[in-house]
């Protein structure tokens, strides 16, 4: 566990320092690392740890209660910010945003696969492939598009590109399709060590683009909390855990993975909306800060208990 903890800040360290040693290629060379983990590495991941996925009925019930839970997040963070905080619409379309899209695979996966191994990383990946990509794909760019001040892409374009420009998708398709000699014991082994790039390069990139943000004027440093942020910290980190053990009282063989994920931080695709859409982005750069480290000092502190 301490492994990932030290990945982590090195891997943010690293990233802060190149963005001010090469402001000019640190974000761009982070975002093009983070395409090729999207094309070359995630695709595999999935595949091979698909292959060999049996479904249980814990595990779909699980999978639904996920979706059911990204949505009652949603709604949360519709609720707090615009009928109770009354907040401008690109700040709660960051709100809502930020609250829904968790850093599943970058954090998750390698997460899961150090504290539970490689069994539930399988179970992880099936359950992210549905849950997280139907709440990027629908929930937030749907989000984006209605709170945001640039008209961004329609609602067929978003339909178009989940299913022809979403290389987990093919692989998701493939692996359900494809025989279990396909995917040999060692290949499922050599994937599940990839985990470990898109921790480093994630990361990395989280400190070259919030640090990119920094020096735009975006995000201050420190950042200063203020309530759209806790709104965000309440939905993703207490909310979003909350309600899916809430969801999946009455199934029993739910995967424990499942609820590994559930508790992630906010994940980088926030900014990605925001920029698209034209959130607010000091409120989604904010929300990965705050809730990337409180989720890696509560993860330090039960490390050293533990």
């Known amino acids: 566990m301490l492994w990932i903890l030290i990945a982590i800040v090195g891997s943010v360290a ?24 999207l094309y070359f590495v995630l695709p595999p991941i999935v595949f091979f740890n698909l292959v060999h996925v049996e479904l ?13 839970t990204a949505a009652c997040v949603g709604l949360l963070a519709w609720f707090i ?10 700040v709660a379309g960051a709100v809502i945003v930020s609250s829904i899209l968790a850093n599943t695979s970058y954090l998750g996966y390698p997460l899961i696969y150090t504290l539970m191994g490689g069994d539930a990383l399988t179970d992880a990946v099936l359950f992210d492939v549905v849950v997280s990509y139907l709440t990027l794909m629908i929930g937030a760019f749907g989000v984006g598009a209605a709170f945001g001040t640039k008209a961004g892409e329609g ?20 692996a359900l399709l494809a025989p279990a000699s396909f995917a040999p014991d060692i290949a499922v082994e050599i994937s599940r060590i990839l985990v470990l790039i898109p921790l480093v390069v994630g990361f990395f990139a989280v400190g070259a683009i919030l640090t990119e943000e920094v020096r735009g004027g975006v995000m201050k440093v420190p950042p200063r909390p203020h309530r759209p942020l806790g709104a965000v910290i ?25 609820y590994v994920l559930a508790v992630m931080p906010t994940g980088l695709n926030s900014m990605i909306v925001g920029h698209a859409y034209g959130l607010d982005l000091r409120t ?9 480290t409180i989720f890696l000092l509560g993860l330090a502190a039960w490390t050293v208990l533990s």
């Open 14 to 37: 690293a990233g802060i320092y190149g963005e001010h040693r090469w402001p000019e290629q640190a974000g761009v060379g982070s975002r093009r690392g983070l395409l090729l983990i």
């Open 56 to 68: 249980s009925f814990g595990g779909g019930a699980g999978i639904a209660a996920g979706v059911l």
């Open 81 to 90: 910010s615009v009928p109770l905080l009354k907040l401008d619409r690109p």
């Open 155 to 174: 609602f067929r374009q978003r339909l178009k590109s989940f299913f022809f420009k979403n290389p987990l998708l093919v692989a998701t398709v493939l």
């Open 234 to 258: 309440a939905c993703r980190l207490v909310a979003a855990p909350a309600l899916l053990m809430l969801f999946t009282l009455p199934f029993s063989g739910v995967p424990s993975s499942y």
């Open 284 to 292: 989604a750069a904010e929300s990965i800060v705050y809730t990337t």
